[in-house]
């Protein structure tokens, strides 16, 4: 077991009361499984994609990193593991606007404070995710399928253990979508764990394991 | 990449930001340095005045008075000369322009008037044992150094108050106004006094005092013609207010316990009420200038951590820790602060030379040591106003991040 939580809830305290976003969720993931979250919108996807992340501390319960309590550490060794063992890649995706193409996949292997053929790795992952000629481009000077491209290579770049996608094609064209789907079936095919967050029905199916939220609580099985 | 690099990227990238900010940040500056400069200059020349206003500090044989002194009149009571000895060679702090006198009063062309002689300071440098005294001649730092102002300051009018000057022959004469007038002396004109010649340098310009009856000659002269070897009547002081406040008459009357040592309450008072008062306004809008200069930059600090919520929310995704994120702030803080501190510099000192004459009626000159002071405060004012910013910024939901644009 690479990930799990353990009755993990999260309350959000806001001017007109209580916000229960998660409730009691119990969920285990495997080293080298695709899994993917789905359910409708605020239904709390997103804050247990942050939680898993190691961003956002359970009101109750725990999450465990192979086995150890991830919110019982330090602030600055939850921000060390994220920064070496988790990648992240967004709906928006979040590329630093006045970084080039190359500086936005560097930066995420100093925070990492692995520099050691630092210029090659990133030439190379650059490379994989066909954006060598666009090396010292602005994101707003990328298309937006280049541009999910850029977030996924910063999010490689650490070779990270487990990658967390929030739906990753949301703001795609199909093409480029099912590209960006590619990546991420080959990566997991390579042995990445990958947990996506998707609406999309089909692209769940394309996922070893399916995992439904409703109202903060996981709907019994859903697909597995 | 380093950290370094992403700032700077940041802050460019934001010109507008970087153009407003700098703007603020430079102009406090800016005035803080154009007030220093002027009040810097202002200070001078009101101590140049001060001075002007004569010794403060006169040591007097034991049986004479204030009252003697100003008359002239010491009945035969003196004191050595070689008290002004003692006293250059003494390590006391805060004494300016020393000046022994004696004095005798003559007849000339049917009027009265007073001969008094003065030692001049070429005599002082000329004494090998005071060679190591000469800083007695220049006032301590704080002490309202008096520097002089061209255009400011009369040298005529400083010989007449302090009797202190560069140098004075043997039967050089230097003639009151009164006297002048009344005996109609001019500059040039030749002088028999008591059965000595003297030749009239100067004619002093009026003050209102005793001193328009006067003539000035050398000290030695004087105490020649009087018979009076090695004596002297007065010993006139200009002395640190600050260090009188401190103790130096004491000090004084320890050093010489047959002579007596008085200050002239007045003058002294009217020194340290201008420093005082000249000190305090200028300490009041440093003050004024910090609050509101601090203020604006946190205000600024503030709106960029706002505006940037989502980036830091991406670098915190990206394993960024509270240190890093903390440090991306500071760091740019420190920028806008080196460049804000070089660029007021620069613009205050031009303010203060062009308007300072202007404002205050006196020339201000740059202080190249303003620089490294404007840098200071304005670094450290940055870095102290983005604290809490910066401690805000790493307290960023991280939820910002899975918001849509």
């Known amino acids: ?224 | 990449m380093k950290i370094r690099q992403l700032v700077v990227r940041e802050i460019f990238q934001r010109n507008n930001q970087l153009i407003s900010s700098l703007i603020a940040v430079s102009l406090g500056i800016a005035v803080i340095v154009g007030i220093k400069n002027i009040s810097l200059f202002s200070e001078k020349a009101v101590a140049s005045e001060l001075d002007s206003l004569g010794a403060n500090i006169l040591i007097l044989p034991k049986s004479a008075s204030v009252q003697d002194y100003y008359s002239a009149d010491f009945q035969n009571s003196e004191i050595p000369e070689d008290y002004v000895d003692m006293l250059t060679n003494s390590d006391l702090k805060g004494i300016d322009n020393l000046s022994p006198k004696l004095s005798m009063p003559v007849e000339i062309k049917g009027r009265k008037a007073i001969l008094t002689g003065i030692l001049p300071r070429s005599e002082f440098k000329s004494k090998a044992m005071w060679q190591r005294a000469l800083g007695i001649f220049s006032k301590p730092e704080g002490c309202g150094t008096v520097v002089p102002i061209p255009g400011l300051t009369d040298s005529k009018k400083t010989i007449v108050r302090k009797r202190v000057i560069d140098d004075l022959g043997k039967n050089a004469l230097l003639v009151g106004a009164d006297v002048a007038t009344g005996s109609k002396i001019s500059e040039g004109d030749s002088l028999t006094l008591l059965g000595n010649t003297f030749k009239v340098e100067a004619i002093l310009p009026e003050t209102g005092t005793v001193d328009d009856s006067r003539l000035f000659t050398h000290l030695h002269t004087v105490q020649k013609i009087a018979g009076k070897e090695s004596l002297i009547h007065v010993i006139e002081i200009v002395g640190c207010c600050s260090a009188i406040s401190g103790g130096l008459i004491e000090k004084i009357n320890k050093l010489l316990p047959d002579a007596k040592v008085v200050t002239i309450t007045q003058i002294v008072q009217t020194q340290l009420n201008t420093n005082t008062m000249m000190t305090k306004l200028s300490s009041i809008l440093l003050i004024i200038i910090l609050i509101v200069g601090g203020a604006g930059i946190a205000n600024f600090m503030f709106a960029n951590v706002y505006e940037r919520r989502r980036e830091i929310g991406i670098f915190m995704a990206m394993g960024a820790g509270s240190a890093w994120i903390a440090e991306i702030f500071l760091l740019k803080a420190a920028i806008v602060g080196l460049t804000g501190g070089i660029l007021g510099y620069f613009t205050g000192t031009i303010l203060a030379v062009i308007l300072g004459p202007k404002i205050a009626g006196i020339p201000v000159l740059p202080i190249p040591l303003y620089a490294l002071y404007s840098i200071l405060i304005s670094v450290v004012l940055s870095l102290l106003a983005s604290i809490i910013p910066a401690v805000k910024a790493t307290r960023v939901d991280p939820v910002v991040i899975m918001q849509e644009e």
Do not use: C
């Open chain 1, 1 to 224: 077991m690479i990930l799990k939580t353990q009755l993990a809830t999260k309350r959000f305290s806001q001017k007109h009361g209580e916000v229960i976003a998660l409730k009691d969720v119990s969920i285990e993931i495997k080293k080298g499984e695709f899994v993917s979250i789905t359910g409708p919108s605020g239904s709390g996807k997103s804050t247990l994609l942050l939680m898993l992340g190691g961003m956002s501390t359970p009101t109750q319960g725990q999450v465990f990193w192979e086995n150890e309590p991830i919110y019982q550490w330090k602030l600055k060794e939850r921000a060390q593991w994220r920064a070496k063992k988790v990648g992240f890649v967004f709906q928006s995706f979040n590329l630093i606007p006045y970084l080039t193409v190359i500086e936005n996949v560097s930066i995420a292997l100093r925070l990492a404070n692995d520099s050691a053929r630092e210029k090659e790795r990133i030439l190379q992952v650059l490379a994989d995710m066909k954006l060598s000629d666009r090396l010292h481009h602005l994101s707003s000077e990328l298309s937006v399928g280049q541009q999910q491209r850029v977030a996924l290579a910063r999010a490689l770049i650490k070779n990270p253990e487990i990658l967390f996608a929030d739906e990753p094609t949301g703001n795609l064209d199909p093409d480029t979508a099912a590209e960006v789907l590619a990546v991420l079936k080959k990566l997991n095919n390579e042995g990445k764990t990958i947990i996506l967050i998707t609406h999309d029905p089909n692209i769940a199916k394309m996922t070893q394991r399916t995992i439904r939220i409703v109202n903060g609580e996981i709907e019994p099985t859903a697909r597995s």
